[in-house]
């Protein structure tokens, strides 16, 4: 069983930075890929981004790569997902999950099914 929350959201201009923190309880966090994902009003879920268990690879939607990075700190229990040059578009509010898979290939980390444990999210807005 893991518990994740997660913090950092807020409102922001355009062009500016928020860094998501993602605060994981649980024994399998360190073993396990992490994804952060974002739904904006009306729309499905979307894939933002994944980092496999030991950080060894990452990956990005095309929508933020380049101004994304995402990252973790497993001795911490805790995952981040840095964001710049942030856009109106980027307004959603942004949940991290664990999935059942160490690591896979971003066919299938990029789809919700390949997480089993969901936080509760965090809410972006940029302002334009």
């Known amino acids: 069983q893991v518990s994740l929350v997660e913090s950092g959201g807020g409102l922001v201009q355009a062009g500016g930075s928020l860094r998501l923190s993602c605060a994981a309880s649980?024994?399998?966090?360190?073993?396990?890929?992490l994804g952060w994902f974002r739904q904006a009003p009306g729309k499905e879920r979307e894939f933002v981004a994944a980092?496999?268990?030991?950080?060894?690879?990452?990956y990005y939607a095309d929508s933020v790569k380049g101004r994304f990075t995402i990252s973790r700190d497993n001795a911490k229990n805790t995952a981040y997902l840095q964001m710049n040059s942030l856009k109106p578009e980027d307004t959603a509010v942004y949940y991290c999950?664990?999935?059942?898979?160490?690591?896979?290939?971003?066919?299938?980390?990029?789809?919700?099914?390949?997480?089993?444990?969901w936080g509760q999210g965090t809410q972006v807005t940029v302002s334009s």
């Open positions: 980092i496999t268990w030991s950080g060894g690879s990452t």
């Open positions: 649980g024994r399998t966090f360190s073993s396990s890929a």
């Open positions: 999950a664990t999935s059942r898979y160490a690591v896979h290939t971003i066919v299938v980390l990029s789809t919700t099914r390949a997480y089993n444990y």
